[in-house]
Every structure is written in C-alpha cells, then in structure tokens.
C-alpha cells in the first residue's frame, strides 16, 4: 500500500485516533510525550503533503473509496497545506515548548484529558482545511470549538470558566449560523461538496437563497474569526487560557475560520453571486479597518500582557480581513502570507509571555517591571517577534505588510486612506510593544516583587527557535509566498 | 583584501567592538583600550576604501535578496564614502573625549555608553554604504533604536521623559512618513535601488512634490521643522553623545539620507523639470532662520548648540533642495566641515561642565583667563560654522551660495547671509562674553583650571581639523564633485 496517496487522511485521523489513548495514559508526563510526538507526526505528514502539493498540484482524497461528490472528499491544495503547516507547527512548538509551563498550570492529574483535548483540536482544525465537504467541515469545526473549550477551561484561574462560557455561546452561535447557510446551500443545490456545489449553482435560478446563506455564512464564521465587532469573546479566552494552549489557539485557532470564509466567499459565492464583489468589499472594507483601528488603540491601553496581545490579535485578523476585501492577487497574497506570519508572531509573543508568567506568575504589566535585566533572552525574544508584528523590515511581519500595502496603493483613492489606516496602526503597535519593552528595561522592579531568573533552557530554546523563525521568514520568502501567491491565483482563477 | 572583504570587515568590526567592550565591562582601562583599537581599525578599513572611491570605483556587496527584487546590499558611493569616513574618524577623537568626560564626571553605566555607543556607529556606516533605500531604512532605525539608552543615560524622570520624545518622534515619523514613502516609490519604480539620475522620472509633478515632503519630514534625523523637536530634547545625554551623534552620526544620517535620496532617488533633472522641490528651498530656508532665531534666546550652551545644529543641518536640505551640482556639493561637504566644527564646540560645552560645571551662557562670563584653551577652540569651531576663513565652514558656504546663484534662488542667498550674521551674534557672543567680560565678583577660580588632559587633546585635534578643512579642501572637493549631478 502507497502511504503518500492517504496522507490526507492521515493528516486527520492520526491526532484523533491518538487522542481517545492518551486520555488512558496515567503515567505522569507520559500524555504530554504522546501528545506532543504525535503533534510531531502531524507536522511531519504535512511538511510531506505540501511537497506533494508544490510538485504535483492540488490532492482529492475519496474517503472510503467514494467517489465525490457522492461520499467525503478530502481536498489539499496550496492553502490548505499552508494552513496545515500553520496549525501543525504551532501545536508542536507550543507543546514542545510547554511542559514546565503546562505542568505548573494544569497539573498531572488533569493532564491526560487536557492533552487528549488538544490532539482533538489539532484533529479539528486539520480536518477544516483538509475536508472538501461543506457539511464534514460543521462537524469538524465543532470537534475542534468543543475541544478548544476544555483547552481554556484547563486554566487554574476561575475566570477561564466565564471565559470560556461565553466563547462557548457565541462560537456556537458562529457555527449554527454557519450550518444554516450550508442547508440553505442543499436545499438549493442539493450537494455538500464544495467543487461540486460551486458548479451547480450556475443552474440554480433563483439565488435569493444563496445570497441568504452567504450572509449567513459569512457572519457565522466572522464570528469564530473573531473579525470585529464580533471579537469579544476573544481576549477574555486568550487571557485566561493555559499560557501554553494561548500560544497554540492565538496562532491557529482563528485562522481556520478566516480559511473557510475566504474559501467560501472567493469560491462559492463570488463567481455566481451578481454583485458579490462590491458586497465583500462594501462589509469587510469597514469593518477590517475598524479592527485594526480600534484593536491596537486598546492595545496599547491594556495593563494585562494577554489580553493586549489578544486586542493586537484583534488589529492583525483585521489586516487579513483587509486582504481579502480588496479581492486583488496582491492583496490575498498578502493576506494568506499574514496568516502564516502571524501565527509565526503571535505564538513567539505568547510563549515569551507563557515564560515571564511561569516565573513572574503573574502577567500584569506592573508585576513584571524591570523583568528585562533578569529574564534577557526571554525579553530579547519578544522584542524581536514584537519588531515583526510591528513590520520592521527583515521580519516575517513587513512581508506580509508589504504586500498589503502595494495592493493598497494599487486600490485607488481608497487605497490611500486604507493604507495610511495600516501605517497609524503600525505606529500603535509601536506604541505598546514599547511600553512593554520600557517596563522591563527601563523600569526598576517594584518593591517585594517576587525574585525572577531566566525560564528553563527547553522553553527557550523553542521560543527562541520561533522567534527566529520570524527573522528567516522575513528574509527567505520562497516557502510561504511561493505557497500563498499560488493559492492567490488559484482562488481568484475560480472566480473570475 | 578585496573591496568586499572590506565592507563586510568595516561593517562587523564595531560589532566585535562592541562585544569586546561588553566582556571587558569589568577592567575600565581594558575596556576603553578595547574602543580605541576598535575605532582605529575601523578607520584604517574605511579610509582604505576611499582611494578607490576616487578612483571612480563603486564598491558593491549583496548580502541577501528578499521578495520582489527587494535586498539587503551595499554599495559605496562619494557621499556613502564621505559620511562613513567621517563618521569612522571622529569615533576615535569622540572616544579620547568620552575618557575624559566620563570619568571625570564620574558617570554610572560606562561599560552601556561604550557598547551602545560601537553599536551607533555600526549603523551609521550601515546607513553610508547602504546601496537600497531599504537597506538605509534597516541601519537608520537601528541607529535611533541603539542612541535611545545613550539619551536616557542619566535615567532620573526628567531625562526618560525627554528621551521618550526623543524616541517617539524618530519612529513615528520613520514609520508614518519614510517607510509609506518608500513603498510608495517602489509601487511607482518597482525599485529601491540608488540609481544615478534617481528612479522615478515618470512621476508627475504635483505627486513627485509629496513624495519629496514625505521624505523630508520622514527622515526625522534631519530635523526640519516642525520635526526637528527630539534634537533639542536630545541635549540630555552626556556631552560626548550630544558631540558624536547629535552633531555627527545621528543627525548627519539624516541630512545624508535626503541628501541621497534627493541625488540618487529623485535625481536633480527630474526634480527641477517638475519643480517639485520649490517649497522645500523655502521650509528649508525658514528653518535656517527661525532656528537661529531661537538659538538666540537659548541661555543654556547645549539648547543653543541644539538650535544652531537644527539651522545647520536645514543648510544641507537646502542644498540638496537647491537641486543644482554646486549646491549638492556644498550641502556634502558641509556634512564634513560643520561636523568639524559642531563637534568642537559640542566638546567644548562638555569640557566646561567637566571643570566648573557650568551649563548656562551667562554664567561663562570672565572665564576666558580659566580655560584659555577650551574659549580658543569654541572661537575656531565657532568662525568656522559661520562660514569664514581659514576654516572649512568657509568652503561649503562658498558652495552653496554659489549653488543658489546658479538656481536663480535669490530667497536662498539671503538666507544664507542673515543667518550668517545670526551665527556671529549668538555663537561669537559666548567667547565674547568669555574673553572681555569681567566676571560677576568671586565667582570665577584662581588660575587656570582646564579640563581633563583626554578632552583637551580632542578638543585639539577637531579644531586643528577645521583649519584642515579649509587649506586641504581639495581632496573633499574632488570627492563630491564625483557625485552624479545631472
């Protein structure tokens, strides 16, 4: 038997076959080692499926040997393999990374459950981009929402539970949103396949429905997207979360849905849709701008370390968002090449936080003053994965930014406006890594505050191993554009 | 050692430098041979490369390309050779100085100073031989990143404070101003390299006129008004940062960078064809004004050193907005000549507070009989940036006035004569008042008290380089005249 040809399965039922055993696993540390060997698999099986995709196109996968569009099809082209490099990677570095950290949060007693929760969300969130089937796509981004919820509500802090109830109703408001569209979709057309849907509905003649299930769609995933005014249940989730699983769900989890909306917009809905542009454009224009307006402003008022980085998260989803609205190969590019860099940003800032906090205990701004003399090399990594969300040439952050802002300037009148919105914006981001960078260099630690030394070597090595992945993401592009201008073309190429 | 060996040498030696200083922290004496060395290999390196400058040989090094033809690389022009030999030399005269001054003010943090201090002068010759805008961008924020603990030295509320907006307004107006400028010239010349006769001949003029003003403005390090605030705000560092950077490697890789871009991205012909650098002749020139103006009711020596650095540097924007070969030769060699001058009268300033601890022009009366020596050189520094023989400050306004004559920009001569007299008032005034002003009673020591030994042979060593300037000129003349004028 060929293993390549079922790699696309194994991208998905490796975590969620693996997941059901560790939770067995009674030996202290031993859910973590499966868990995290087992990310490792994961990330291993997509770093080979992106090499078969980059040398011999776009995979179908006939689950159970049904042929589509009658059984599930799994579908890997370039965004999916660049989407399961970004979720498999985070998961692996996030758990290689957080074993100190993780132990101290959730402890051994919880940590088979835990573990077996995060191979779930792995599971999930691979099925999302690998899956082809509109419906198949429901069920996996509940597996993955269910999990995520354990995820944050593993954290030793009572509010993680609020937190977590209110992600818990409004993703799930998100998903059955998103499951009305779809059925508005079959009743219409008949069909779940994605490719197959896309076809049929040229003979559809009456498209009101369509029209309805888009807005549907797209407000329901906006919402698992955390695109705003729609964030809220976001930076309370980020905060509260196990400092570890942060790191993993602020580089992943939201990027899925963002996966889905730009599939089923560019797609599905643009080629057929009279209007479907000035639509897309008209709603997201708006509201991407407001994101990373407003995300960064309160950004930089915000004292807890978290929760700014999850109000940054909030700007950088809006710079995505903004990409997609201008509906150009340079702006999706953009946006697709975003994703990946910063998911690279955001898990080294997390996991530099995951360390200041496993020694500090703390991720109040204030408790943390003057951290810089004691803990350098973790300081010395979040500044520079913070130069790289600010956009600083030579980081992966200024790649992305780039593109965003050519394909600004490319726009017309508008373009201008838009892109000096991302430059204000890029100047608040200055504002607050620099308050972060002034209270730990510049500040004295406060009185009685507790004695702090270097987190351990295994943290820092993969925070470091992160944060440098920024500086060769920033300078050696052929990976992640080669991947992200292919997928461009391939989405737009369907739609027009 | 082949040209590229060089710039990779010259580039990485203040690096180890700063390593160097790093370790040795513990052994002042060690640490500050550490610099020395340092900062003479680093001359010996770059002074190698100027003969083949000369020569008309352009030195190029790739280091590595990015996205869409964009790259990290170097190559070394007249102006890049000019700023980066200036930039190199003065690091050992400003290193001599620091000795003095540090130690006898006792400052806490040297080994911090030393290393930050290597660390600024590895990105001003980043920013000299950077051979894209991008690259220039990459050095020139790492220059204000790696000054910012140098201005905040003293580390009480009130220093923090004014480093902060030292900080803020080069970063803000980097990133909101020059780094739209620069994609915006990429999305029009799908380029960033320095071409002679510039990139970006088919844009039309109205737009050629904003780009230009996002650049003036966006180079904050140039100081034009109404950026130029951090620089005055900036004179709470140590004297020797407000000596080396404030009158050399910062604001000169600001004055450089528009001066370069003027030459090497806009080019003279598609400027003055468009007309699009008229009003920048005329912020440039109020500049030069206003800021001798202010530098005239400022009692503390290093604000009116701060102000006269601000009218200084608009003369050099206003060569390069003069857009003709002899006003962009004026403006490089004035990089060199009020570099020489600044930086002794900068040096001079700290040399008083060292011995008598005074900081305010009217308390400098009498003193001259005290420090003889430290008045002598703040009269030379001070002839020689008003612009008249035998010091180098004559040359470059020679130039630049002929270069107004040539553009038929009679608003510029002007200015350049009325701030001519301005200068006399407000910087001949401090020897003045030195020399032939009684003392106020009792408040002046009994025989001579100078500075430091170390502070006094820097000081001697710039203002002899004044004199330099003025007889030697020849070899800085042929250098600019090199650069592309047409």
């Not at chain 2, 082949?2 to 180890?16: D, F, G, M, N, R």
């Amino acid at each position: 038997m060929n293993l390549d040809a079922h790699l696309p399965i194994l991208q998905i039922i490796v975590p969620l076959m693996t997941a059901p055993v560790v939770s067995l696993l009674r030996v202290p540390s031993l859910p973590w080692a499966a868990a995290t060997v087992t990310s490792g698999l994961a990330f291993a099986v997509a770093v080979t499926l992106t090499g078969q995709v980059l040398a011999g196109g776009p995979m179908s996968y006939a689950l159970g040997g049904w042929v589509p569009p009658y059984g599930i099809e799994l579908y890997v082209d370039h965004f999916s393999a660049l989407l399961l490099l970004i979720i498999t990677g985070a998961s692996t570095v996030a758990l290689a990374f957080g074993k100190a950290s993780l132990d101290q949060e959730v402890g051994h007693e919880r940590a088979p459950m835990f573990y077996a929760a995060w191979l779930l969300v792995v599971a999930g969130l691979c099925g999302i981009v690998a899956t082809g089937d509109a419906f198949n796509l429901f069920v996996f981004l509940e597996i993955s929402s269910l999990a995520t919820y354990v995820l944050i509500a593993s954290a030793p802090d009572r509010r993680a539970l609020m937190a977590t109830f209110r992600y818990l109703i409004l993703g799930t408001v998100g998903a059955t949103f998103y499951l009305i569209g779809v059925g508005l979709i079959y009743m219409m057309t008949g069909t779940l396949n994605l490719a197959d849907m896309t076809d049929r509905i040229a003979e559809v003649g009456e498209l009101r429905p369509v029209l309805v299930a888009a807005g549907f769609i797209t407000v329901g995933l906006a919402l698992k997207a955390a695109m705003f005014p729609l964030h809220a249940w976001m930076p309370n989730a980020y905060t509260f979360a196990p400092h570890a699983a942060t790191a993993f769900l602020a580089a992943c989890s939201t990027k899925a849905a963002i996966y889905v909306l730009i599939r089923f917009d560019l797609t599905v809905f643009l080629p057929h849709l009279s209007d479907h542009a000035e639509q897309v454009s008209g709603f997201f224009i708006p509201l991407a701008v407001l994101a990373f307006l407003i995300g960064s402003a309160v950004a930089v008022f915000e004292r807890n370390l978290k929760r700014m980085l999850g109000y940054s998260s909030v700007a950088q989803i809006g710079y995505i968002l903004l990409g997609l609205a201008l509906l150009s190969p340079l702006a999706l590019t953009g946006a697709i090449v975003h994703l990946f860099n910063h998911a690279l940003m955001k898990s080294a800032l997390f996991m530099a936080v995951a360390c200041l906090a496993f020694r500090a205990g703390s991720v109040q701004l204030p408790d943390l003053a003057g951290c810089g003399r004691a803990m350098p090399l973790t300081m010395g990594a979040f500044v520079l994965a913070g130069l790289s969300m600010i956009g600083v040439p030579l980081t992966a952050g200024f790649v992305s930014k780039w593109y965003l802002i050519l394909a600004c300037l490319e726009y017309g009148p508008l373009g201008y406006v838009l892109a000096g919105g991302i430059l204000v914006s890029s100047l608040l981001a200055v504002a607050y890594v620099w308050k972060v960078v002034e209270a730990a260099y510049f500040q004295p630690r406060p009185e009685g505050a507790r004695e702090l030394r270097e987190a351990p070597p295994a943290m820092l090595a993969v925070l470091w191993l992160v944060a440098l992945g920024n500086v060769w993401f920033g300078i050696d592009t052929d990976l992640t554009l080669g991947l992200a201008e292919q997928a461009a073309a391939t989405l737009l190429g369907d739609g027009s | 050692m082949s040209p590229e060996t060089t710039i990779v040498a010259a580039l990485v030696t203040p690096l180890i430098g700063a390593v160097g200083i790093a370790l040795t922290g513990r052994l002042p004496n060690l640490r500050e041979s550490v610099t020395l060395v340092t900062a003479g290999v680093l001359a010996v390196l770059v002074w190698s490369l100027v003969p083949q400058v000369m020569a008309g040989a352009r030195p190029e090094l790739l280091v590595t390309t990015m996205l869409g033809g964009l790259s990290i690389a170097f190559e070394i022009e007249p102006l890049g050779m000019l700023f980066g030999a200036l930039a190199a030399s003065l690091w050992i005269v400003n290193s001599i100085y620091s000795i003095g001054y540090m130690r006898g003010n006792d400052e806490k943090h040297q080994t911090r100073f030393y290393v930050c201090f290597a660390i600024a002068i590895f990105a001003a010759l980043g920013v000299a031989f950077a051979g894209n805008l991008l690259t220039l961008f990459v050095f020139y924020e790492v220059l204000t990143i790696s000054t910012y603990p140098l201005v905040s030295h003293k580390g009480d509320p009130a220093t923090v404070r004014s480093a902060r907006v030292y900080l803020g307004i080069l970063l803000s107006t980097s990133i909101g101003l020059l780094l739209p400028a620069m994609i915006w010239t990429y999305a029009e010349a799908g380029t960033l390299d320095f071409t002679a006769g510039g990139i970006l001949g088919d844009v039309a003029g109205p737009a050629l006129g904003v780009l230009l003003g996002l650049y003036a403005f966006g180079i904050g390090k140039a100081a034009l008004m109404p950026v130029h605030r951090w620089l005055p705000s900036a004179m709470v560092a140590p004297t020797p940062v407000s000596a080396l950077l404030h009158a050399v490697a910062v604001v000169k890789a600001g004055v450089f960078t528009v001066l370069k871009v003027v030459v090497y991205v806009f080019g003279l012909d598609t400027l003055t064809e468009a007309g699009a650098q008229q009003w920048l002749v005329w912020v440039s020139g109020g500049t030069v004004v206003l800021a001798s103006l202010i530098a005239m009711t400022k009692d503390n020596l290093k604000a009116r050193l701060a102000y006269s650095t601000v009218s200084q540097l608009s003369y050099i924007v206003l060569g390069a907005a003069l857009a003709t070969a002899s006003g962009v030769i004026g403006a490089a060699m004035h990089i060199a000549t009020h570099a020489a001058g600044k930086i002794t009268l900068f040096f001079c300033a700290g040399a008083i507070y060292t011995a008598l601890h005074r900081t305010e022009v009217s308390e400098l009366r009498g003193l001259g009989r005290t420090m003889p020596f430290t008045f002598a050189a703040f009269t030379v520094g001070a002839i020689s940036i008003i612009g008249l023989p035998p010091f180098g400050g004559a040359w470059s306004k020679w130039f630049l006035t002929l270069g107004a004559l040539e553009a038929g920009e009679l608003f510029a001569v002007a200015v350049l004569m009325v701030s001519s007299l301005l200068n006399i008032v407000y910087l001949l005034q401090i020897p003045l008042l030195a020399f032939f002003r009684a003392p106020a009673s009792g408040s002046v020591p009994e025989g001579v008290q100078e500075a430091p030994l170390p502070c006094l042979i820097a000081i001697g060593i710039t203002s002899l380089l004044c004199v330099v300037l003025f007889f030697g000129a020849d070899p800085l003349y042929e250098l600019t005249r090199l650069l592309p004028s047409s």
